[in-house]
């Protein structure tokens, strides 16, 4: 419970500083913005790999496939920086190069889950041997 009083309590004064200098330094607004969401993204890291180890435990108590595994936790990390970098472009008044980001990035992570929709494919037609030719 403190560690979301403290994210609010970063991004509300981040806030109010940021409206306060925007009407006399508008680039030091932007990099008020860049450290109140580095800090919060520290702060979620930390709880981040609580959840990886309690998934990596559950991973090794039954038959999924470690790699996947990987691969999941590695898009949700793509994700989660992906949506803080378009964040500040668009902070920044940036949103063509936001949107560049956005579409970089999910072409990666489509490129990163070829292999579970292969396997997964795989496992649809080992389980409906009607749809071979």
């Given at each position: 419970m403190t560690d979301v009083i403290k994210i609010i309590g970063i991004?509300?004064?981040?806030?109010?500083?940021?409206?306060?200098?925007?009407q006399y330094k508008l680039?030091?607004?932007?990099y008020v913005s860049m450290i109140a969401g580095v800090l919060i993204l520290v702060l979620s890291i930390q709880k981040l790999t609580g959840i990886i180890n309690l998934l990596q435990s559950l991973?090794?108590?039954t038959y999924i496939n470690k790699?996947?595994?990987s691969i999941l936790l590695k898009i949700t990390g793509i994700a989660f920086i992906t949506e803080f970098a378009v964040s500040i472009c668009s902070d920044a008044g940036e949103k063509a190069i936001a949107s560049k980001i956005e579409i970089g990035s999910k072409v990666i992570?489509?490129?990163?889950s070829i292999p579970i929709i292969t396997s997964?494919?795989?496992l649809v037609i080992e389980i409906l041997p009607w749809i071979k030719k």
């Open positions: 991004g509300l004064l981040a806030l109010i500083i940021i409206v306060i200098l925007k680039e030091f607004a932007i991973a090794n108590k790699s996947f595994l992570i489509i490129a990163m997964l494919l795989e």
